[in-house]
Nanobody, 130 residues
Framework: QVQLVESGGGLVQPGETRLLSCAAS????????VGWFRQSPGKAREAISG????????YYADSVKGRFIVDRDNRDSVAYLQLNSVNVEDTAVYYC???????????????????????WGRGTQVTVGS
């Protein structure tokens, strides 16, 4: 059974750090690119980060660039998203997704394309507030 399970969400103080994890099972994780998305109430889902199988290429939306860090551990089939210097605009449900890596995907221009992702987690809520 294919699963992507996000964890690590919760209430975070402004300016603090939170590490989100995405545990994968039921498919060959080390052949899939991984993306992170988020959705705030009343807004469309937003692609915020992506990472290739090797981890050498990492992509970020402008809204999180310089603050969030994506990584993965293929041995343990886990992807990570570290949220640094969070602010209230980062309040959202955070989702991880995985799509089979090909020669031309993920790339700088296409990593955020939701249609490329085959498997999705159910999300973890991050709320930034005091």
């Amino acid at each position: 059974q294919v699963q992507l399970v996000e964890s690590g969400g919760g209430l975070v103080q402004p300016g603090e750090t939170r590490l989100l994890s995405c545990a994968a099972s039921g498919f060959q994780f080390d052949t899939y690119g991984v993306g992170w998305f988020r959705q705030s109430p009343g807004k469309a889902r937003e692609a915020i980060s992506g990472i290739t199988v090797s981890g050498r290429s990492k992509y970020y939306a402008d809204s999180v660039k310089g603050r969030f860090i994506v990584d993965r551990d293929n041995r343990d089939s886990v992807a990570y998203l570290q949220l640094n210097s969070v602010n209230v605009e980062d309040t959202a449900v955070y989702y991880c997704a995985a799509g089979p890596q090909r020669d031309n995907w993920p790339s700088f221009s296409s990593w955020g394309d939701e249609a490329q992702y085959t498997y999705w987690g159910r999300g973890t809520q991050v709320t930034v507030g005091s």
